[in-house]
């Protein structure tokens, strides 16, 4: 890939970090859970080491990001909020395959989130798996259909659907 679309990848991987802080204001959770997704019994460590992965993040510190999210993930690996971040400082260390599998799981758990999709389609071009990365970008063009570029995600699917377009090999 060259330079050039790394650094945007990079830009808008990062960027997405406030994107998750703005998706979960307002969100209600359910009982038993804080904002973060984490059980009440593991509430404010959990809570606490998501924010720490955050910020990491948001410093490009993505190796100390990286143990914050495992310490999240080990209480619940099923997060989707803490998988994704995991796979976005997967990306960034170029742990592509651990990032997949990350993605992959945040794209599961909440399948109507635009960013997961567009960093799971560019884990699977890094991995050579086009088919797969297409499929993500044909959910994101039926999310952009139904938006009209007029719901909550809309930037978010079009900044998407640009990434991958950006990132997809050239046509023969």
Same mark, same amino acid.
């Given at each position: 890939?060259?330079?050039?679309?790394?650094?945007?990848?990079?830009?808008?991987?990062?960027?997405?970090?406030?994107?998750?802080?703005?998706?979960?204001?307002?969100?209600?959770?359910?009982?038993?859970?804080?904002?973060? %997704?984490?059980?009440?019994?593991?509430?404010?460590?959990?809570?606490?080491?998501?924010?720490? %992965?955050?910020?990491?993040?948001?410093?490009?510190?993505?190796?100390?990001?990286?143990?914050?999210?495992?310490?999240?993930?080990?209480?619940?690996?099923?997060?989707?909020?803490?998988?994704?971040?995991? %796979?976005?400082?997967?990306?960034?260390?170029?742990?592509?395959?651990?990032?997949?599998?990350?993605?992959?799981?945040?794209?599961?758990?909440?399948?109507?989130?635009?960013?997961?999709?567009?960093?799971?389609?560019?884990?699977?071009?890094?991995?050579?798996?086009?088919?797969?990365?297409?499929?993500?970008?044909?959910?994101?063009?039926?999310?952009?259909?139904?938006?009209?570029?007029?719901?909550?995600?809309?930037?978010?699917?079009?900044? %998407?659907?640009?990434?991958?377009?950006?990132?997809?090999?050239?046509?023969?």
């Amino acid at each position: 890939m060259p330079a050039g679309k790394l650094a945007t990848l990079a830009i808008a991987a990062l960027a997405f970090t406030g994107a998750a802080q703005a998706q979960r204001v307002g969100h209600t959770p359910p009982p038993g859970e804080n904002a973060t %997704g984490m059980s009440q019994d593991h509430g404010d460590s959990s809570s606490r080491r998501f924010e720490d %992965g955050v910020e990491a993040l948001q410093a490009k510190n993505f190796v100390i990001a990286e143990g914050h999210f495992e310490d999240v993930l080990r209480h619940n690996q099923n997060n989707p909020d803490a998988n994704f971040l995991m %796979g976005v400082t997967k990306m960034s260390l170029d742990k592509w395959e651990e990032a997949r599998k990350h993605l992959e799981v945040a794209v599961k758990k909440a399948p109507k989130k635009p960013d997961p999709k567009s960093r799971l389609a560019i884990a699977y071009l890094k991995l050579g798996d086009v088919d797969g990365a297409l499929k993500q970008r044909a959910d994101l063009a039926k999310m952009s259909d139904s938006c009209k570029e007029k719901c909550r995600d809309a930037k978010w699917i079009a900044e %998407g659907l640009a990434m991958i377009d950006a990132a997809l090999p050239p046509k023969t």
